[in-house]
């Protein structure tokens, strides 16, 4: 019986280990835009004429630019 604990527990700890770097890649690792933009610019950024249309909904999202630190905001438009 003590070796089935043991099995238990060594499986168990690899689940859960895979589970929390899961959790850590889709929480921290996951740097794409969708989600994590905002409807107002912020200050410092410019529009651009990049504009990208999602083929399946047809929404097209604008790009806009901060020169002094090269970041990039989405911001979808109507």
Request: aromatic share 14%; proline share 4%; hydrophobic share 40%.
């Amino acid at each position: 019986m003590n070796g089935l604990w043991i099995i238990i527990t060594y499986y168990g700890l690899q689940i859960i280990a895979v589970v929390v770097f899961i959790l850590l890649g889709v929480l921290i690792y996951d740097k794409r835009f969708k989600g994590r933009q905002g409807e107002k610019v912020p200050a410092g950024f410019e529009k651009t004429d990049e504009i990208n249309i999602d083929p399946v909904t047809n929404e097209k999202t604008r790009v806009y630019y901060n020169p002094l630190t090269g970041e990039r905001f989405y911001k979808k438009e109507r």
